[in-house]
């Protein structure tokens, strides 16, 4: 069993600023790309940031500058430290972490519940 464990999210006026988390926890034996997506109501799921396990990082155009990824291996857990945010940032923000259980076993996707970002005044 793998659980992902998201927290930080909120209602914050904009020009203001979050920091999400994500913990992984349970059968773990080795975490590679950990990652940040968005789904605002009506549109698709977006990437917004993804960080490798040597934590080469990448953004969306619509967060660069703005939003900032990063990971703690040691908790197994990763970061999106948001500022300066606007309206259009408002959407459910899930972790996505690729795990493996075994040293046999390949990399898996597993998704968070998810956490509610609202900008606005």
């Known amino acids: 069993q793998v659980q992902l464990v998201e927290s930080g999210g909120g209602l914050v006026q904009p020009g203001g600023s979050l920091r999400l988390s994500c913990a992984a926890s349970?059968?773990?034996?080795?975490?590679?790309?950990m990652g940040w997506y968005r789904q605002a109501p009506g549109k698709e799921r977006e990437l917004v940031a993804r960080i490798t396990l040597i934590e080469t990082t990448n953004y969306a155009d619509s967060v660069k500058g703005r939003f900032t990824i990063s990971r703690d291996n040691a908790k197994n857990t990763v970061y999106l430290q948001m500022n300066s945010l606007k309206p259009e940032d408002t959407a459910v923000y899930y972790c996505?972490?690729?795990?493996?259980?075994?040293?046999?076993?390949?990399?898996?996707?597993?998704w968070g519940q998810g956490t509610q970002v609202t900008v606005s005044s």
């Open positions: 996505n972490v690729a795990i493996s259980r075994s040293y046999s076993d390949p990399y898996l996707d597993y």
């Open positions: 349970g059968s773990i034996f080795r975490i590679n790309v």
